[in-house]
């Protein structure tokens, strides 16, 4: 093997573990929450950074699947999560 491939494979494994170190520590709170809209509820998990990060992806994810369209999934978001639980990691 040549010499500047192997650096080339050492430098891309290592920005590779940088990239995936930072994305994953900067998840420090899981949180759960389920949204009831148009009469279908749906529950989803997601984790953030914060409480409020974690709680508001998983309030969009669970909307993701029942709400259609743009104006439906603003309002979904907008709805209060019931039962919502968050944990630290």
Same mark, same amino acid.
Do not use: H, W
């Given at each position: ?8 494979? #050492?430098?891309?494994?290592?920005? $590779? ?5 930072? /994305? ?5 709170? %899981? ?20 409480? #409020?990060?974690?709680?508001?992806? $998983? ?5 993701? /699947? ?5 104006? %439906? ?17």
């Amino acid at each position: 093997m040549k010499r500047s491939t192997l650096i080339t494979i #050492l430098l891309v494994t290592g920005f $590779a573990g940088i990239l995936l170190y930072s /994305t994953l520590s900067a998840q420090q709170v %899981e949180c759960t929450a389920c949204v009831r809209f148009n009469g279908v509820e749906n529950c989803a998990k997601a984790s953030g950074k914060d409480s #409020l990060e974690a709680l508001r992806t $998983a309030v969009n994810t669970a909307c993701g /699947t029942i709400a259609q369209g743009m104006d %439906e999934s603003i309002r979904c978001a907008g709805m209060p999560p019931l039962r919502p639980q968050c944990t630290s990691r």
